[in-house]
């Protein structure tokens, strides 16, 4: 039998995504058999996580302050905007220091799968940003999956009203690819020969 602290930290961690109960409860007891060294550091790092790491509410970024860093930097190009399903391809991007402009991350695609509709997203606020003027472009860089294209289509389709060119990632980008896990050379590619949504 198992304590119920063991119970609760695998159950807390059997909720990260990619994590079963199974591999939850392997990863507390290596924890708990490195106390001093891994065990501290993991807790010291949570608590930095939970005490400096705000969402912006401009772009939905994570970072030390809100509005980030991104939004804040007066070198970005204003009027190029980069959306974006999720934090980690705005990193992914960013770390290939390519794009100069600002972005929005969506906080997921769209699926009747997954029950995921439009208001789940942050694409209500996409469509206020673009309203307020100021953009010239807007690069829909979903993922290349079925959900990540369905999405960047359905935003197109909103944003058809407003004086913006939509531009969506080119060749380069693998079917199915997620842009999270491409090197840094294929996304450039792909930002680089990106192309109106037609
Ligand atoms: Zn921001």
Redesign the pocket.
């Known amino acids: 039998m198992a304590s119920q602290e063991i119970e609760a930290l695998t159950t807390a961690l059997s909720r990260l995504p990619g994590l079963g109960p199974r591999s939850a409860r392997r990863a507390v007891l290596w924890l708990v058999k490195r106390r001093e060294t891994a065990l501290v550091q993991l807790l010291a790092a949570l608590e930095g996580v939970q005490q400096s790491l705000v969402e ?6 994570v ?1 030390t302050s ?7 930097d007066p070198r970005r190009d204003q009027r190029s905007l980069c959306v974006v399903e999720d934090v980690a391809d705005l990193w992914a991007l960013d770390r290939a220091h390519l794009f100069t402009g ?2 929005h991350v969506l906080g997921g695609r769209l699926s009747a799968l997954d029950g995921v509709r439009p208001e789940d997203l942050t694409i209500g606020k996409l469509i206020e940003r673009v309203s307020q003027g100021g953009i010239d472009e807007v690069v829909l860089a979903m993922n290349a999956t079925l959900e990540g294209q369905t999405t960047a289509h359905y935003i197109a389709e909103r944003l058809e009203a407003y004086p913006v060119r939509i531009t969506q990632l080119a060749h380069g980008l693998p079917v199915g690819g997620e842009l999270d896990y491409l090197d840094e050379g294929t996304l450039a590619q792909a930002l680089r020969a990106r192309r109106p949504v037609g």
């Open positions: 912006c509410q401009t772009c939905g970024n970072d809100d509005p980030c860093p991104i939004c804040t600002r972005y």
